[in-house]
């Protein structure tokens, strides 16, 4: 039996669990822990970092180091895609960081995530994500229509990425990458997506057995 321990709410555990999912990595025990877990970590790999992904009686970090591993693990009878450069959003979405996590940050905890079960796991979070962002919750939430604005703008003008049913429902590494970071801003009501984004969004979801946040967002 092999270990991922994650974080439900962590744009890297996504990507480690959209290949988990994608190629049937069997026996594969998925572990949540709380924010303010730090023990299990050190335990682990010596640091607070996940995901961590423990096999062989070996425990190793970095997302795109488990996810090759994992993907050379799956049973799966389709592989995944080679990256394309044209589709990587990441160069467009770096710039405005600081406005998605204003969005996302004071929003996540809130919406029933095992990572975060605890006050103590959410004031955890609370403490190091206002560090960052230079404000209290209260204020970045105050100011959701400015930060949304620009979001938005950068939406609109992404590089169109291939849908999975135009590749016989295969998904590639571009979607491991890029679902994340836009997985997370579907925490934010009303924050429009370019309807071709929206659907690609809700394929590589159902593909990799994860899930959008529509339905909670707030």
Known sequence: MSRLYIYDHCPFCIRTLIVAHYRQVSDLEQVVLLNDDEDSCQRLIGQKMVPIFEHQGVAIGESM?????????????????????S???????QPVQAHSWALTFPRVTRIGMKTFATESARNYFRRNKEAMLGCSFEQALAQTDTH?????????????L??????????SWNDVMNFPPLQYLTLVEGLAFPPRLQQWLHEVAELGGVELYFDRAI
């Open 65 to 85: 180091d488990i996810a090759k591993l994992l993907d050379e693990l799956g049973e799966g009878p389709k592989s995944l895609r080679p990256l394309q450069l």
């Open 162 to 171: 291939t849908l999975p049913s135009e590749r016989d429902n295969t998904l």
């Open 87 to 93: 589709e990587a959003i990441q160069p467009h979405l």
């Open 148 to 160: 949304k604005a620009v979001i938005e703008g950068v939406l609109a003008e992404l590089p169109p």
